[in-house]
């Protein structure tokens, strides 16, 4: 593993959680493919999982979109 401290972008942190949601390589494999401990990568899922209600939360809007098929 890498030194601690490395700097990573939310968007580094999104690619690895869908990685590991996915479920087609296990924590160990990702963790070590891509230099992060597991136990880092196990935080990222959780808050991942814990705010992803928020993308879907109804707001209100001044001008609301009529989306169509």
Do not use: Y
């Not at 968007?11 to 070590?32: C, P």
């Amino acid at each position: 593993m890498k030194k601690s401290g490395r700097k990573v972008t939310s968007v580094f942190k999104i690619k690895v959680v869908l990685e590991l949601l996915k479920e087609r390589n296990t924590l160990s494999e990702i963790a070590q493919k891509n230099e992060i401990h597991p136990t880092i990568i196990s935080k990222w899922k959780t808050e991942f999982l814990e705010k992803a209600s928020i993308v879907f939360k109804n707001r209100k809007r001044k001008n609301k979109r009529i989306i169509q098929p």
